[in-house]
């Protein structure tokens, strides 16, 4: 056997016996990459429209009786957002974002009519949240549902919190 066939050889086996796990690596690595390119933006274009729609509400509520404090906030060292309603309905929501594909840390209570009693240290329910890369988008998962846009997005948690 000539040098250029055992080479053949030893390059061939490697191809066909690693071929496989070399896509696994590369698609995940793929993946890491168009996350962490994305799904900051998507992230802060959905604290936007969730903005945009609380700031939207206070007007809608002017003085009625049921406006209550209704609140929006985003951490900027974390990008955790917050919104806090504290009458009819009484919602907190927090939400955390995790770029890197494992879970978003989102939490919320929605209590109507009724004043939730302290209730101490109890951990709010969390809804299933993730970041998900479609092609070379990424599209957020909440409760099951996918929404490729940050509008659909914030629509969709307006709806979940204030529906009564």
């Not at 890491?32 to 900051?40: D, T």
């Not at 429209?49 to 985003?74: C, H, N, P, Q, Y």
């Amino acid at each position: 056997m000539s040098e250029a066939q055992w080479l053949n050889v030893i390059v061939s086996a490697i191809k066909e016996k690693d071929h496989d796990a070399a896509v696994a690596l590369r698609k995940k690595e793929h993946r890491a990459e168009v996350l962490l390119a994305r799904a900051p933006i998507f992230w802060r274009t959905f604290g936007d429209f969730l903005k945009k729609f609380i700031e939207e509400m206070k007007t809608e509520f002017g003085d009625d009786v049921t406006a209550g404090e209704l609140s929006f906030r985003i951490d900027p060292a974390q990008s955790v957002i917050h919104i806090d309603k504290t009458a009819f309905p009484f919602v907190t929501f927090s939400a955390a974002p995790k770029f890197d594909g494992q879970p978003n840390a989102v939490t919320y209570s929605v209590f109507n009519p009724e004043k939730p009693c302290d209730q101490g240290n109890v951990t709010p329910p969390s809804m299933p949240s993730r970041f998900e890369v479609v092609g070379e988008d990424v599209e957020l998962h909440l409760n099951g549902r996918s929404h490729k846009d940050a509008e659909g997005a914030a629509r969709f948690i307006i709806e979940k919190l204030f529906t009564v």
